[in-house]
């Protein structure tokens, strides 16, 4: 069934990108578990079509033809989003504080250089925090970097503070 190369093999993490997206989908696979064996005479199809949204349900349909789930097993469907949620319970997550909101765009940008220079299986969780005014604050795997503005002006108030107050 799903091992934890199965999301990085099947690309479920281009589906889930932010730790609010993943809530959402690891919802939605709830609400999916929850139909199988509560609606009676509906085939899988019927179900993510009815209550998930379009990219779950895209992506729920593609890792059961790639894993070669018999969709009208609803045990075995069963069995495969219980794996999948397990999974994404092991996804390692990147901490970004900015001073802004991020477009879609933005994030999508951000990800793709995550991915590109650090691997498959991480997402982002970013909030915002005007206090730094610029740059970002990055936390991941136990380690802390402060790339903010507010860092540098401090830096630069420290060590010019007599010339600062001379003037």
Not at 2 to 20: M, R
Not at 37 to 63: H, M, P, Q, W, Y
Not at 135 to 154: H, T, V
Request: proline share 1%; glycine share 4%; aromatic share 8%.
């Amino acid at each position: 069934m799903a091992s934890e190369n199965s999301l990085l093999q099947y690309d479920i993490l281009g589906y889930v990108k932010t730790l609010d997206q993943l809530e959402d989908f690891s919802l939605e696979i709830d609400t999916v578990l929850s139909s199988l064996f509560r609606v009676k005479n509906k085939n899988i199809e019927e179900i993510l079509d009815k209550t998930v949204g379009k990219s779950t349900a895209e992506c729920l349909r593609k890792l059961i033809v790639e894993n070669k789930i018999d969709s009208s097993n609803f045990s075995s469907l069963e069995k495969l989003l219980n794996d999948l949620k397990e999974e994404l319970k092991k996804v390692k997550v990147l901490k970004i504080s900015l001073a802004i909101n991020p477009s879609k765009e933005q994030i999508e940008h951000i990800f793709d250089w995550v991915r590109k220079n650090l691997g498959k299986g991480i997402i982002l969780d970013i909030d915002k925090d005007e206090s730094i005014l610029g740059g970002a604050i990055i936390s991941f795997n136990g380690r802390y970097k402060d790339f903010s503005l507010r860092r540098d002006l401090e830096e630069i108030f420290k060590s010019k503070k007599a010339e600062i107050m001379n003037f």
